[in-house]
């Protein structure tokens, strides 16, 4: 039995984690959930998996769990703090990373620093602090699988290879929901056109980034550090069937390639069940039904973010915090309808243009640069609305 507990649980990647883990209860017993401010869907996640702690984001909400389960033997935990608390668990083996933004990178540290494996799906935390993350796995002897459906399929193509063999890598994209957009019609797109996905069923934010395509841009980044590549070898492809999720080329020319179903329950339970496999119950995927796998370039000046990213990809520097931190702030504006989607892009441009570079070496170098760029970022949001 191999004991898991879930940062995020009741988001998309979460309740997919949970239902993965439900189908394969034979190998893994959740011990811990830290979940936001839905205490609904944490009262049901709690009755069926009984696990031994539980983190909420604010405390009253804490509090009122507390006394609603106090006939458990549950602890009940709050904040930051308490997300830690449930990334460290002391007999947990693996800790599923999915709280969404740079909040998820204190409680993914911890996870790190308690030498567990990762299921890795908060990407932002990659994309602010990779190289931080990466040289404290190798010290504290942390294993981290990423969930992202791309670089999960980078991860299983490069399993039996190595680096140096490999001339670039590419991540494809579905394109989002305006993929066949005139450009001059983008300025009216709506929230619910925006959140509405053709391919992914997932959460508001990163539903938002793949409209914008900054996902993808975010995605570049992560690679960057996940795999030890270099800005050069990273490509993306637009891919609207989102059936090939990455393709990696070798020196000598070969190139291989992830395909599965569009469902995020195949990168989680690969993540969960690595280095072995199990038997999904997932329906087999039908490329005769499919037909046609089609590729095209990205449109760099529909989205615009793309071009931003791979600059940002090649500074790197504290850059890469200061377009995470822009970006999830005109996000944060767009789902309140304070701003035109357009308008997110015209933010984030701005603030990461006025962006002066230095380095970051720890948290306190990240967390300042982002506190920073999210106070420049708010200003210039009042300025519009
Ligand atoms: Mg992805």
Sequence with gaps: MENIAILGSTGSIGCNSLDVINKLNHRFKVVGLAAGRNTKLLDEQVEKFRPEIVSLEREEDAEEFRRKHKSKSIQVTFGQDGAEEVASLKNCDIVVSAITGINGLRPTLAAVKSGKKIALANKESMVVAGHLIKATAREYGAVIIP??????????????????????????????????????????????????????????????????????????????????????????????????????????????????????????????????????????????????????????????????????????????????????????????????????????????????????????????????????TRNLLKERT
């Design 147 to 376: 969930v992202d459906s791309e670089h999960s399929g980078v991860f299983q193509c490069l399993a039996k290879e190595q680096i140096k063999d490999v001339r670039k890598v590419i991540l494809t994209a579905s394109g989002g929901p305006f993929f066949e957009r005139a450009h001059q019609e983008m300025e009216n797109i709506s929230l619910e056109e925006a959140l509405n996905h053709p391919r992914w069923k997932m959460g508001k934010k990163v539903t938002i980034d793949s409209a914008t395509l900054m996902n993808k841009g975010l995605e570049l980044i992560e690679a960057r550090w996940l795999f030890d590549l270099e800005p050069h070898q990273l490509e993306i492809l637009i891919h609207p069937q989102s059936i090939v999720h990455s393709l990696v080329e070798m020196h000598d020319g070969s190139v291989l390639a992830q395909l599965s179903p569009t469902d995020m329950r195949v990168p989680i339970q690969y993540a969960l069940t690595y280095p072995e496999r199990e038997d999904s119950l997932m329906p087999s995927l039908d490329l005769s039904k499919i037909k046609a796998l089609e590729f095209f370039e990205a449109d760099v000046e529909k989205f615009p973010l793309i071009k931003l990213a791979r600059f940002v990809l090649e500074e790197g520097g504290s850059y890469p915090v200061a377009i995470n931190a822009s970006n999830e702030a005109a996000v944060s504006a767009f789902l309140n309808k304070r701003i035109k989607f357009t308008e997110i892009s015209d933010v984030v441009a701005e603030v990461v243009e006025n962006h002066q570079k230095r380095e970051v070496e720890n948290l306190e170098d990240i967390f300042c640069v982002d506190r920073e760029t999210r106070e420049k």
